[in-house]
């Protein structure tokens, strides 16, 4: 081959469509720590206490019948969730993760030229979704680092087909009231669809606070989506779920893949859900420890966000030595892994999950070494 046919044998290699190669590779969380066996995982927000001994006790079970393919409609799981939070089944779509949730919707209701609008710190996957499909994603700027439902709805143009608010918000851990997600609501256009995601529902205890169900049942255009890899703690078997207006249940029923929640998952899904005493434990860990956590690492002078989810959002200094990748760095020497939050524009923050209280004595002190010494 000439150079000059090696060179347009290039210019033939397949080309992804517009808005793909935009996208910036979603990094999950570290794991490993070279030289540390055992490493203090804050970097997910995986549920502390681990999933229900019956969660596992389901996945075992079925290890004898992974030649066979899942129940494709995930009808158990349907039936167990729409008894546990009192819905229609048929209104339940379940998924692999809820992030498989989010790139249906966006697949589903946006394409090239359609804007996709979120919050200014909301999650990564919508943009990453809205790239994927062509369409635009659309910022509106938030409050004290909380959603600004007015600021949502004047990013609202002809073109928005959809709009996301994790509530609560992952990685502020702020959340918005019922009536303001309700207000939100009834300033869209009918045809824009209104997507609460609250993977962290489990973990809010205030009484404004609704998950979105009162939402999704008496309008057409919400969807409410939710994880297992949370409170449950799940997240290796990845396992999400929707509640929808018939309309959109519909629309994700025929779009998703026929067997997108695997046997495994949608077993130990069932478990954990029926082991209401152990997410009751998983919950109150959180309410001791997440007050705990924020009350010392403000003592030590760290500025943070009002969470309500299994995780805080800590600001630090600006400058070098006492910055957060500097502190990111220090903790990681000490084998705990936290998140850099560079991505999601909150460049001197780090985002720290609630572990046990073992591991969050061990991010206090290390965090308290760290400020006296820089
Ligand atoms: C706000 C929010 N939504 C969705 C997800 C995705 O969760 P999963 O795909 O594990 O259900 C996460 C995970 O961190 C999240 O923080």
Not at 141 to 160: S, W, Y
Not at 308 to 317: D, M, R
């Amino acid at each position: 081959m000439t150079s000059t046919e090696t060179s347009s044998a290039e210019k033939l290699q397949p080309v992804a469509r517009p808005g793909v190669l935009d996208i910036a590779p979603y990094i999950g969380g570290e794991s490993k720590v070279p030289g540390v066996n055992r490493v203090i995982r804050l970097a997910s927000n995986e549920g502390a206490l681990g999933p229900s001994p019956r969660a596992l006790e389901a996945y075992k079970a079925l290890a004898g019948e992974i030649h066979r393919y899942p129940d494709g409609g995930s009808a158990a799981l349907r039936a167990a969730l729409a008894s546990r939070f009192g819905l229609e089944a048929e209104r339940i779509v379940c998924s692999g993760g809820s992030d498989e949730l989010i790139t249906l919707l966006v697949r589903a209701y946006a394409g090239p030229g359609d804007e996709v609008l979120y919050s200014q710190h909301g999650f990564l996957m919508y943009p990453i979704a809205a790239k994927g499909v062509g369409a635009t994603p659309v910022m509106a700027p938030e409050k004290n680092l909380t959603t600004d439902v007015d600021a949502l709805l004047a990013a609202v143009t002809e073109r928005t087909r959809l709009v996301f608010v994790a509530n609560p918000n992952n990685p502020t851990g702020t959340y918005i009231p019922a009536a303001e997600m309700a207000r939100l609501q009834a300033g869209l256009p009918a045809h824009v669809v209104l997507v609460i995601d609250a993977a962290y529902a489990e973990y809010v205890g205030q009484h404004d606070y609704e998950p979105g169900i009162e939402l999704v049942r008496r309008t057409t255009n919400t969807v409410m989506t939710r994880t297992f890899s949370k409170i449950y703690a799940l997240g290796g078997m990845r396992v999400g779920w929707a509640y929808c207006p018939d309309n959109i249940a519909d629309v994700l029923n025929r779009l998703r893949n026929p067997f997108n929640v695997n046997a495994a998952g949608q077993a130990a899904a069932v478990a954990a859900l029926e082991d209401a005493d152990f997410a009751q434990r998983s919950r109150a860990h959180n309410d001791k420890w997440l007050p705990w956590t924020s009350e010392a690492l403000t003592r030590l002078g760290l500025k943070l966000t009002p969470s309500v989810g299994n995780f805080v959002l800590a600001q630090f200094a600006d400058d070098a030595g006492r910055n957060a990748d500097a502190a990111w760095d220090y903790m990681k020497s000490r084998g705990i892994l936290t998140r850099k939050m560079g991505a999601y524009g909150l460049p001197n923050a780090l985002r720290i999950t609630i572990g046990t209280g073992e591991e969050m004595k061990a991010v206090v002190e290390a965090l308290s070494q760290f400020l006296s010494k820089s």
